[in-house]
């Protein structure tokens, strides 16, 4: 998308307000040059004492030209800020909207800080590009068009020099200007955007820098930043001002040609003596108008850098494929009510992934000999008896509820999707495989640890699971339906990620935990907080639930943050939890307290738990390993 295509496309519903915009700034402009010719005549024609009633018509246009001029710009500002505001607002929620499509795998390739001045600065430069260029212009045109025709009427000559006067200035005078500072305007953004994220950076990392003592390096870094900003400023501001200077010139060149043509005219007897003054003067009004416009191409120059990078955004690759008619998800696989566990009925309706064509075909991958051990029976439609990925598998009973009483191995009260991954590759960056050929399998209500070695791709699983990012290869099914199908809103309602540094808002604990899910009561909340083994502790702070948690959950302790992402995870209702190492930099005795406290909060859910210890394996169903090339299951399912 080109910066001029995302400006078309983004006033577009705001046209009528533009409109109205410039036919205010034309009437605006136009009773301002009306308001100096006729003043001009009046001064003149009054000069000779002529009958005061011939002079009336004269005197009531100066008065209707100056309100006029009031009233019509009061009407141009009005309607281009409001029709350039709502655009701007649009615009914001459109980035922010390709933002949330593209985060995480696809804004890989942006700087934190310079999104967030996207995001702000750049969008607000639409509001230039709209008020200060287009409608500037637009008006400019216009209003010198007619004057020069009405100057030209009266002395053809003093016309031509008005003409060439505000080609100069409306149009030479910006081209000089561009090609003295395009490059400093154009790069005035991006660098804007480069110092705020050397500073962001260095206030986040300031005690490893201390600690390391690189602050002065550092320090350096921005000032580097921040006197490259500077130079282009300066150079965008030196073009600015010779701009001005040509400008006045230029205005002064053309009024003296004005006079000495008016003047060759009237002594010609060309021209009647009361007309010259509104041929000298009339101009000074026009070059009012079309005074502003250097700036305006400056900032033009700036707007359409900035235009240029949200169309960046805006056309930035999808990094999953969104159907454009989405699968419903698996009968049954909605999300629990209350996060509770026997919160969800036994999923009703369930036999009709049992017919699935989908879950037959992973029936037949998950019987395969490449992981065996653990597809015996745990894979949808394999139809191993007893085993409890099996109970609940779809094309094993059709009735996946039931699966509790049936699968004896995994006590469920409630539904639990199962999870296939067969085959799977993908990567971040194109070209640099971040997993390759994975297969294994997340039986329904299965709790499955998956190890190895740091890089092995492990978080790159979890965001498969919840579509932050799609295969290169293989596939990747909920209950036999491929996830690619599947609406990623849809498919993140029922399966929740906790990433090892979940992100707690710097608010009240409460706050933090309807973010889940808004209308949460406190009861329901002490009762997540209650299976998150945090309650106990909340109970004791004098503002309990209001305790406020500082930035980034500073004001807790590492397991006291992990408890309480967990329980909001737990208040969303998810029916598949992805725990991304959450028991990382704990001693040993918490870790194992926490991981044991995690998996008994998860319930009925299915759990995969990402993590680097060995111990887990006491704890779970099944560890997957991805150290090896196949992923193995060790061991098998209890
Ligand atoms: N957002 C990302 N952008 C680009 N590459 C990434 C991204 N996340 C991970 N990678 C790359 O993918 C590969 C696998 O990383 P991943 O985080 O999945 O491994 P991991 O097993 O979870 O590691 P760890 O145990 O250290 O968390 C690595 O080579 C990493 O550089």
């Not at 490893?208 to 350096?220: E, I, S, V």
């Not at 139809?383 to 094309?395: E, I, R, V």
């Not at 495989?433 to 979890?462: C, M, N, Y």
């Amino acid at each position: 998308m080109t910066w001029f295509k995302l400006l078309l496309t983004a006033s577009r519903p705001a046209a009528p307000g533009l409109l109205l915009a410039v036919l205010a700034g034309i009437g605006a402009a136009g009773a301002a040059v009306g308001l100096m010719a006729t003043s001009a005549w009046l001064i003149s024609r009054a000069a000779l004492h002529p009958p005061v009633l011939h002079l009336m018509v004269a005197i009531v246009a100066v008065r209707a030209f100056g309100i006029g001029r009031g009233v019509f710009r009061y009407a141009e500002r009005l309607a281009g800020h409001d029709a350039a505001l709502r655009v701007l607002g649009r615009l914001r929620v459109r980035v922010f909207d390709r933002l949330t499509a593209l985060a995480p795998a696809g804004t890989a390739g942006f700087r934190g800080a310079d999104l967030a001045q996207r995001l702000s600065a750049d969008v607000d430069a639409v509001l230039d590009m709209l008020v200060r260029v287009v409608l500037p212009y637009a008006v400019a045109a216009i209003v010198g068009l007619g004057s020069v025709l009405l100057v030209g009427a009266m002395s053809p000559p003093a016309g031509a020099a008005l003409a060439a006067g505000l080609l100069v200035v409306g149009a030479g005078v910006p081209l000089l200007q561009s090609a003295a500072a395009r490059r400093a305007d154009g790069r005035l953004a991006p660098l804007r955007g480069g110092l705020a994220t050397a500073t962001v950076d260095l206030l986040h990392g300031l005690p490893d820098l201390t600690a390391y003592g690189a602050t002065p390096a550092q320090l350096a870094r921005l000032a580097e930043a921040d006197a490259r900003l500077r130079r282009a400023e300066q150079r965008s501001a030196a073009a600015a001002g010779t701009s001005a200077a040509v400008t006045a010139l230029a205005t002064c060149l053309s009024l003296l040609a004005g006079l000495a043509a008016g003047a060759v005219a009237v002594r010609s007897g060309a021209l009647h003596g009361e007309l010259l003054a509104v041929i000298v003067l009339t101009p000074l009004a026009v070059y009012e108008a079309v005074a502003g416009l250097p700036v305006a191409a400056q900032r033009f120059a700036g707007a359409r850098a900035s235009l240029r990078r949200l169309a960046e955004i805006l056309s930035a690759p999808d990094p999953i494929t969104v159907p454009r008619v989405p699968a419903p998800l698996p009968i049954g696989a909605e999300p629990a009510d209350a996060g509770l566990p026997g919160a969800v009925g036994a999923a009703g309706g369930s036999g009709a992934f049992g017919v699935s064509g989908a879950g037959g075909a992973s029936g037949s991958s998950g019987a395969s000999g490449d992981f065996g051990a653990a597809g015996a029976g745990g894979a949808p439609g394999a139809g191993g008896a007893g085993a409890p990925g099996a109970s609940g598998a779809p094309g094993a009973s059709g009735a996946p509820g039931a699966s509790g009483a049936a699968g004896g191995g995994v006590a469920r009260s409630a539904y639990s999707p199962a999870i296939l991954v067969e085959g799977v590759s993908a990567s971040w960056v194109p070209g640099r495989p971040a997993v390759r050929d994975v297969s294994f399998e997340l039986p329904a209500g299965a709790r499955v640890a998956l190890a190895g070695p740091s890089g092995s791709g492990k978080s790159t699983i979890a965001a498969l699971l919840v579509r932050f990012l799609d295969p290169t290869a293989g596939r990747i099914t909920l209950d036999g339906v491929d996830l690619r199908r599947l609406d990623p809103d849809d498919l993140r309602r029922i399966v929740g990620y906790l990433p090892e540094d979940a992100y707690l808002f710097d608010t009240t604990i409460s706050a933090n935990l309807r973010i889940a899910r808004p209308g949460a009561t406190d009861a329901e909340l002490r009762a997540a907080l209650g299976r998150a083994r945090l309650l106990d502790w909340i109970e004791t702070l004098p503002d309990g639930l209001e305790t406020f948690v500082g930035e980034h959950g500073m004001a807790l302790s590492g397991g006291q943050r992990r408890r309480l992402a967990l329980a909001r995870a737990l208040l969303a209702g998810f029916r598949v939890l992805i725990l991304d190492e959450p028991t990382e930099h704990l001693d040993d005795e918490t870790a194992a307290a926490l991981t044991h406290d995690l998996l008994t909060a998860a319930g009925d859910r299915t759990v995969l738990l990402i993590t680097h210890r060995t111990d887990v394996a006491a704890q779970v169903d099944r560890v997957i390993d991805l150290t090896a090339p196949a992923p193995r299951a060790v061991p098998e399912l209890v």
